[in-house]
């Protein structure tokens, strides 16, 4: 069965330090691969995402994503983390003609001073 | 460049009230479209998804229905609100590949 995890549900981290969200898929071929950025209250907004071709994928606000097809994964980082980054994440996956995403159960990033 | 609004922000209704949730997308012809809820401390499920006006595809059988009467908008609906319903809905437009989503309608059936 295809599937989307996102192993750490919540995670703490020092402001100024780096962060590294973890996200694997099971799918029968590379799917199209996503990132996403959820406030409270708010919608969801699009950090990044992969296609094809090079597997380091830049985004905004500074993050970045790495495919790696032998591990099935798609890990998101910053080098340096701000107050700002404080919110859930969520990776996601596409994979059929209707453009249906499925989506991690998300990562709670607290960020601390 | 593309938008999408949803109305309305927030809404606090009865069990067993009508309910009708509305998503526009600004800037883009005949996009995919789709309605998601998010309920408290759980992740994203894809409710329905419409390639065209008319065309709904429910994925989850459910107190809910969708309809897309025009191009551009894309409507959530019940006859009867469960307790269960409450939650945040999240309309989405489909890009390339990815999807944008709108700011959310937050849900609570009381």
């Known amino acids: 069965a295809q599937s989307v995890t996102q192993p750490d549900i919540h995670i703490t981290v020092s402001e100024g330090a780096s962060l590294e969200l973890r996200c694997n898929y099971s799918?029968?071929?590379?799917?199209?691969l996503f990132w996403y950025v959820q406030s409270p209250g708010q919608g969801l907004q699009l950090l990044l995402k992969y296609f094809s071709g090079d597997t380091l994928v830049q985004g905004i606000k500074g993050f970045e994503a790495e495919f790696k097809r032998s591990q099935s994964s798609f890990n998101l980082r910053k080098p340096s983390v701000h107050w700002s980054d404080a919110a859930e994440y969520f990776c996601?996956?596409?994979?059929?003609?209707?453009?249906?995403?499925?989506f991690g159960a998300g990562t709670q990033v607290v960020v601390t001073p | 460049s593309q938008t999408i609004h949803q109305w309305p922000a927030t809404l606090v209704q009865p069990v067993g009230s009508p309910l009708s949730l509305e998503c526009t997308v600004e800037g883009t012809s005949n996009p995919n479209l789709y309605w998601y809820r998010q309920a408290a401390g759980r992740g994203l499920q894809l409710l329905f998804y419409?390639?065209?006006?008319?065309?709904i595809s429910s994925e989850v059988p459910q107190n809910l229905s969708a309809s897309r009467p025009q191009d551009r908008q894309f409507i959530l609906s019940s006859k009867k609100l469960l307790l269960s319903d409450s939650g945040f809905y999240l309309c989405?437009?489909?890009?390339?590949?990815?999807?944008?989503f709108g700011p959310g309608t937050r849900l609570t059936v009381t």
């Open positions: 996601a996956v596409g994979a059929d003609s209707w453009g249906k995403l499925q």
């Open positions: 799918y029968g071929a590379t799917p199209y």
């Open positions: 989405a437009w489909r890009g390339a590949h990815e999807q944008y």
């Open positions: 419409s390639v065209g006006i008319g065309q």
